[in-house]
């Protein structure tokens, strides 16, 4: 394997000294043309590129804004990159996505890296709910904003949804069109979101005059697709079978759908699903799927805005703020049968 051309290498094939190689990347006005030239003509010869990751090792500042997600499988969170990644290449920086996959221990992995690569600043969908994670990154020192969580304990800037108001527009809407028997495919119990949107659920029940009771909860173990047609499969088992489903987000809901559609069970018409989060899919679903809508992009480009003001104010006291946006329903065919 090749090696690298390193400064050295240039300095040597153009006769000055490593100084004047560095003044010429980096200060080119303070060297002579001659020389400047020389030593141009040697890197364009050699092939050099200068290490970027070096550089900022060396200056203790790094052009790179990490981004830590539960889930890039999920639409969701692909927009909520997207608007991070718009505000960061703005003020000329870059972004590290990684992904914790729901994981306690990746997520302190990836956070680790991101000390190791001393990066300017994080932005973090949590997934440890005993925050030791959280408590072992402060120690860092290194800027950080959690996106879609406010975690109890924590003083940091966040940017979420209300998501005890999200889970009351959906159980509303199913209640106002004559269900009184519904599901809440929650996913993992563990999550604030989970619980907030139940909580809003059961706020909506209450609002309607009925008790808790109403709302029959089937937890999974993960978000995705698969766990939905898992708690699908559960729902179609159940002696008395509620006519509408909560999901917590739309994977999940998309999960339910297939496997109403497998069991020849009719939706609406037989079980009326809503979902969360609105990604694109939702739409474009056999059954075009009612959902919740979290505006993830602006989440994630409001998110990256506070974490770029705390990095530019280093220096001087920062006031931490959290932003709660609100949700929005919108409604399609999934939810519309006439009770």
């Known amino acids: 394997m090749a090696q690298s051309v390193g400064i050295k290498d240039v300095a040597r094939a153009a006769g000055v000294s490593v100084g004047t190689v ?11 043309s001659e020389t400047r030239a020389r030593v141009l003509s040697a890197i364009d010869r050699l092939g050099y590129v200068r290490s970027e990751s070096a550089r900022q090792l060396r200056a203790g500042r790094s052009r790179i804004m990490g981004l830590l997600v539960l889930d890039m499988g999920n639409p969701f969170f692909v927009d909520v990159a997207r608007g991070a990644e718009r505000a960061a290449r703005d003020a000329g920086l870059g972004v ?13 992995d990836y956070l680790s890296l991101f000390a ?18 959280i408590d072992a990154f402060r120690r860092n020192g290194i800027p950080f904003v959690l996106v879609d969580r406010v975690a ?17 527009l959906a159980v509303r809407h199913l209640v106002d069109a004559g269900h009184r028997s519904i599901a809440y495919v929650s996913g993992p119990p563990g999550l604030n979101q989970v619980r907030d949107r139940r909580t809003g659920a059961l706020n909506a029940l209450a609002e309607a005059g009925l008790g808790p009771d109403c709302l029959r909860e089937l937890p999974t173990e993960r978000l995705d697709v698969s766990d939905g047609r898992d708690a699908g499969a ?38 009326a699903i809503v979902g969360y989060d609105d ?48 949700p929005e329903l919108v409604v399609r065919r999934s939810s519309l049968s006439a009770r």
Do not use: K, W
């Open 22 to 32: 560095s003044n010429v990347i980096n200060r080119p006005d303070t060297v002579a």
């Open 279 to 326: 990604i694109e899919f939702a739409a474009a679903a056999a059954v075009p799927l009612t959902s919740v809508r979290q505006p993830a992009v602006t989440m994630g480009a409001l998110a990256a805005e506070l974490l770029l003001e705390e990095i530019e104010t280093e220096t001087a006291p920062h006031e931490h703020r959290r932003v709660v946006l609100q």
């Open 116 to 133: 190791e690569q001393r990066v300017r600043g994080v932005l973090l969908t949590p997934t440890d709910a005993s925050g030791r994670n």
């Open 234 to 271: 559960r729902l179609l088992g159940l002696a008395e079978r509620p006519t509408a489903v909560f999901c917590a987000n739309d994977l999940l809901a998309l999960g339910v759908l297939q496997a109403m559609y497998a069991a020849g069970v009719g939706v609406p018409d037989d079980l």
């Open 96 to 108: 590290m996505v990684c992904n914790s996959a729901q994981s306690a221990g990746e997520e302190a």
């Open 152 to 168: 109890d304990g924590t003083t940091e800037c966040s940017v979420s949804v209300d998501d005890v108001a999200g889970g009351a």
